[in-house]
């Protein structure tokens, strides 16, 4: 330990003697970190985190597959979501889901007391109309999570059937609409054109379904079924999630809803005929879209801190040459090869570190930057952070980094000849033959992987390219679209 300290402080020393290069290549590796621990804290955050619920792995998404008509994976109807619910061996708990927006019109609407009719209510001081988006969901959804509400319940099967005027807050809604006040269950919102009682808070951070986007409160889903609709089959918007039970796999549970589909084909062949079902992995659904281009993306910085890591073995060859008297000396007074290595090492190894700090920085503008533009196809984007399973890739970074630049200039340095390497030192070259030829190996490398980069940043743009140049079918100049949301009331 003695000694490891003792080459620590020799190493920065060195390394502030020369604060030119130093500078040149904590920058060159801030930038190879920091953009693979960015991206790494995205890959961390949308494919290896489990979603945020108990037993994560049991949460499947069911679909219609009507493939027959070119929609392989379909909304299901409610008549068709009620049969497979009641029907079904093989899940534990089975929900539907349908997305909404409402305009909430005011925290607690009061009465005149000479009004009647709606058009005589006031808001309170301060509040404001919002336009909220919303979920209107089946009461299982919440024992299927297995997550609890913070504050009072969640609604129950009777209250869904029978369209009870409930609904359930999300912690953020909760904390900026109504200030965290720990009495708002029991209290009155007027939700479009209904009077709705807040049975609940969620916890912080609940949020589903977990690719969505300001879902801030959940509603019974058989209230905004019309009645003439809750048995039709044609009717298919809804979302369905389900829990498999115990030792149940995706595989057993698609086999006996394929069964289940055809049974339903028979008793309602004009509505189900050709209509199967399709079971998903909930993750594997939400993120497969983004995995390939995400692990692309990993790949590509990947090859930047490959280059990184050349450019600073080039410079510390460099180095080397300049320092090859230093390291004659020290061997001739009876330094051994190991201990030359050793100490070329510690330098590499700090010269690492730095640049791991610099890259961390690097990687928080980075994470903030990506998620103030919140783009929409990026799911659970709020998730991601430099939590402690980054930093400990960001740890293992440093050392492979400093391991991959520093021992080949650390080995050549410290060459057991010392007669040769003092021959070197009275020749005005920059080195000897072997060093020559890593350096070559090295830019070689350092071209190769510039070459793919090249190559893929411009196959990247031109097919962006003519992605822009496809014809929409009508002049897009000057013209421009909006979003309008109308109560219905």
Known sequence: METLISDIRYGLRSLLKRPGFTAIAVITLALGIGANTAIFSVINAVLLKPLPYPEPEQLVMVWEDASFAGFPRNTPAPANFADWREQNQVFKEMAALASRSFNLTGDQVFAQVAA????????????????????MVSADLFPLLAVEPLIGRAFSREEEQSGAPVIVLSHELWQRRFNSDPNIVGQSLLIGSQHLSVLGVMPEGFKFPVGARQVEFWMPLISS?????RGARGAVYLTLFARLKPNVIITQAQAEMDLLANRLATQYPEANTGLNVALFSTHDRLVGEVRPALLVLLGAVALVLLIACANVANLLLARASVRQKEIAIRMAIGAT??????????????????????????????????VSFNPANLPRIAEI???????????????????????????????????EKLKDCMRESSGGSTRSRTRSVLVVSEIALSLILLVGATLL????????????????ANVLAADVSISTT
């Open 225 to 229: 079924i019309p009645p003439a609709a």
């Open 337 to 370: 090869r190991w201990r030359i290595i050793r100490q070329l090492l510690t330098e590499s190894l700090l010269l690492s570190l730095l640049g791991g700090v610099a890259g961390v920085m690097l990687a928080l503008w980075a994470i903030a930057l990506l």
């Open 461 to 476: 743009f031109q097919s962006l390219q003519r992605l822009l140049e496809v014809s929409p079918g009508f002049v897009p």
């Open 116 to 135: 009647v009719n709606m058009s005589n209510q006031f808001l309170r001081a301060g509040d404001e109309p919002e336009r909220l988006r919303g979920a």
């Open 385 to 419: 952070e430099l939590d402690r399973n980054v930093l400990w890739f960001t740890v293992g970074l440093v050392t492979l980094t400093s391991l991959l630049f520093g021992f080949a200039p650390a080995l050549q340095a410290a060459r057991s000849d010392l007669n």
